[in-house]
């Protein structure tokens, strides 16, 4: 029996498109790939400027692969996927996979990022404890969770010369211009922008974790990455006026 009373989540608003640097962070190598390249690829073939930030390497991310050997891997696979989206600046805080802790030493270290890439736009993926809204969905990891809430905290935390003043001392001024921090694979969206332009690459960008993918899955893995990346966009295209879309919460500063 169809539920009546359940309602139907309402449209989503097409992202900004007035500004020109953007800054992402993630926990992981692969965190972006999963949904969110396809609009990145549109964005940097618009001009505009994106930088990624990795909070880790990814080392503990293949069972079958020791953590210092994995973290050369996941670190080649993560440059040559952000390349095929016009991403070249790719940072790692070196922070360790599995274990990250929400805190301090987090959010200064991606203050000091936003401080020195100057963006408009943060992006990050899911800070809240599971992936869908309501009860019972699939749990989130505790790196997603400590990463995107720090990046929230760290987008004021950058504009404020008091609050990490070693970091002014070491030439890092205040940077107050993020206008927006987008959240990918939110529970709930607000925002959407087109997944066409970029799909192509997205499906690129994400078989580049090649070593990642093949020990996840007994599929072939274009098959499996196209079937994921479409599956998400159509699902958002409901929302988006049927425009297969990535979806974004956007939290206004
Ligand atoms: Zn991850």
Redesign the pocket.
Known sequence: MIDKTEATPPALDPMPGDWRRALAV???P??LEYGCAAAIADWTDGGREVVYLLATRGEAGIDTLDPAECAAVREQEQRASAAVVGVDTVEFLDHRDGVIEYGLGLRRDIAAAIRRHRPELVITLNHRDTWTPGPGGPWN?P??VAVGRATLDAAADAGNRWIFPELTEQGLEPWNGVRWVAVAGSTTPTHATSAAPGMERAVESLLCHRAYIEALTDQAPEEYVREFLTGIAERTAARFDGVPAVSFELFAR
């Open positions: 993630v926990a992981h692969d965190d990891t790196d997603h």
